[in-house]
């Protein structure tokens, strides 16, 4: 996997979703918010860089099977997105 950030996660998710491309979010909390976590008494707010970024990453697909084509093509599905649909700041 390949984790990136953007502050529109989600929507660029669904765009990348609507052009086959699949990706995955794999922490989705930052740890403090995480029910393992819950006895250490920490709460929203606590830790919020920690929160922003739990918000906006975005892993994309990485394994050997993976052609040129297919990671040209992720490659320029995610800089369509980032110029033509929603800019991060």
Do not use: M, W
């Amino acid at each position: 996997q390949y984790t990136l950030r953007h502050t529109q996660r989600d929507a660029l998710q669904a765009f990348l979703k609507e052009n086959e491309i699949d990706t995955g979010i794999y922490y989705p909390l930052p740890l403090h918010l995480h029910p393992a976590y819950a006895d250490l008494g920490h709460k929203e707010g606590d830790f919020p860089r920690a929160e922003q970024i739990a918000s906006e990453v975005l892993s994309l697909p990485v394994h050997p099977e993976l052609t040129e084509e297919q990671i040209v093509y992720t490659a320029e599905k995610v800089c369509q997105f980032t110029r033509e649909i929603a800019p991060s700041p």
